[in-house]
């Protein structure tokens, strides 16, 4: 469990740096004029309706209403992620064997996925 607490942690570095730099994205395009178009300020925002690709849970590939960081360092669906390591445990992601603990709700990726809701009105 030391272990698992241990990689949970060095992999959070990485995750807070893919999601502030989706924050910085989001924040800069809701941020430009009312009168101008929404331009997106980076190549992964194809499309100012389609939520960024850290909104989506990799085995869903829909948008997260509880994500939660599992012990690979990113982010998952949680009933998903629980389904997938009943069935496989392995990561997703990284193909490598997966801890079912601990899952750790991403709080500030739920709030941001909201409000990026409410901001397109889903």
């Known amino acids: 469990a030391v272990c698992d607490r241990a990689q949970l942690l060095c992999h959070t570095k990485d995750v807070r740096k893919r999601h502030f730099a989706a924050l ?3 924040f800069g395009a809701c941020s430009s004029s009312p009168s101008s178009p ?3 300020t980076t190549a992964a925002a194809v499309h100012e309706h389609e939520p960024p690709p850290d909104f ?3 085995i869903t590939h829909q948008l997260m209403e509880q994500p939660v960081l599992a012990p690979d360092g990113f ?5 998903a992620l629980q389904v997938w390591l009943e069935s496989q445990g392995t990561s997703l992601v990284t193909g490598k064997t997966m801890a079912r603990e601990p899952l750790v ?8 996925i909201t409000f990026w809701k409410e901001q397109h009105h889903l």
Do not use: D, G, M
């Open 24 to 26: 910085r994205a989001f």
């Open 38 to 40: 929404v331009a997106p």
């Open 56 to 58: 989506l849970c990799p």
């Open 75 to 79: 982010s998952y669906e949680e009933a």
């Open 105 to 112: 709700l991403n709080l500030s990726l739920r709030n941001v």
